[in-house]
């Protein structure tokens, strides 16, 4: 009669487990976060270490969290050009996704149901794959109007119903119009304007890794 130790038999029964239960076993490391999006996303006019996502990373990891941000930002990128890199960036293979995107199509005064559609396939693409997803609203240019301003936007907060996801309303809520706040272009948060984004935002994050999401409205 063979002889198996203790240990290797507790290592061969865990390993037997994860196969039966369809569960990747994967190596320790850090939570990767992919943060994907346009130029509020990507730092434009920013040094590295104050873009959005190493500020989300250092605020995030001084909570207690082991993280590694993608920076998946684009400047000038709309909904449809994220819909055709998705797949290429999934490629980093995060751990949960932040959806930033639609500023650019408000801006461009792009047809609401365009943008709308743009976004639904990036998150049935994520739920697809089963990343936790923080869906990030805009609000469109007041000076499109105010029938623009009503199709452009519920189009977050009902999409965060509909998938089911987290959603953060608006992200310049409290930055957007404050020239202490944003870079000489008026558009832009300076770095003082994005640490007050990530001061609202890590704690959403933290939710979604310790896998208690707020979910969308309903």
């Keep these: 009669m063979s002889f198996v130790p203790r240990r290797r038999f507790l290592a061969l029964s865990l390993s037997s487990v994860l196969l039966l239960a369809g569960l990747p076993a994967r190596a320790a490391g850090p939570t990767r976060i992919l943060a994907f999006g346009d130029s509020l996303t990507s ?3 920013l040094a590295e270490e104050d873009s959005f996502p190493a500020q989300l990373e250092r605020a995030v990891t001084a909570a207690g969290q082991n993280v590694k941000l993608i920076n998946g930002g684009v400047a000038g990128d709309t909904s449809a050009g994220g819909l055709a890199r998705l797949d290429w960036s999934l490629a980093d293979k995060p751990d949960l996704v932040i959806l930033e995107l639609g500023s650019n199509d408000g801006l461009r005064g792009l047809d609401p149901a365009a943008t709308r559609k743009n976004l639904a396939q990036m998150l ?31 189009i977050y907060e009902e999409l965060a119903r509909e998938f089911r996801v987290s959603l953060d309303p608006f992200f310049l809520d409290g930055v957007a119009g404050d020239p202490a706040l944003n ?15 990530v001061k609202r935002i890590a704690p959403e994050v933290i939710a979604l890794i310790k896998g208690r999401p707020e979910i969308g409205p309903g």
């Design 124 to 154: 049935t693409r994520l739920a697809q794959l089963q990343i936790p997803t923080l869906l990030i609203g805009m609000k469109a240019p007041r000076n499109l109007g105010p029938d623009y301003v009503a199709a452009f936007d519920p």
């Design 183 to 197: 870079q000489s272009d008026g558009i832009h948060p300076n770095a003082e304007g994005v640490a007050l984004i």
């Design 43 to 45: 730092g434009y006019g």
